[in-house]
């Protein structure tokens, strides 16, 4: 279905999402670039493309499109263009 709009009113939230991010993605800020390529509108898209990396202090990309547009090739252009060292992705995109 459609995405649902939430309100998240404790730090707890914001919390969670840095803890994790920072621990399943073994993150280290002053050498990783990281990719996260969900759709903003979905709660792992905003966990992990805003909350979790702004709060770890790591870089990140920030793609805006569809994953094959011009061609099915454009992740690959896009992680060897920036240096890409984690790519968080659906098993189907690759």
């Known amino acids: 279905?459609?995405?649902?709009?939430?309100?998240?009113?404790?730090?707890?939230?914001?919390?969670?999402?840095?803890?994790?991010?920072f621990n399943v993605f073994d993150i280290k800020p002053d050498s990783d670039v990281y990719w996260c390529?969900?759709?903003?509108?979905?709660?792992?898209g905003h966990t992990y493309i805003v909350y979790g990396p702004l709060s770890n202090g790591v870089t990140q990309v920030v793609y805006e499109g569809t994953p094959a547009s011009?061609?099915?090739?454009?992740?690959?252009?896009?992680?060897?263009?920036?240096?890409?060292?984690?790519?968080?992705?659906?098993?189907?995109?690759?």
């Open 37 to 44: 390529t969900a759709d903003i509108g979905w709660v792992t």
């Open 70 to 94: 011009p061609d099915e090739h454009r992740h690959y252009q896009v992680i060897e263009k920036y240096g890409v060292t984690i790519y968080y992705t659906a098993p189907t995109l690759v």
């Open 1 to 21: 279905g459609k995405p649902k709009g939430i309100m998240h009113t404790s730090g707890g939230y914001l919390t969670q999402a840095s803890y994790s991010h």
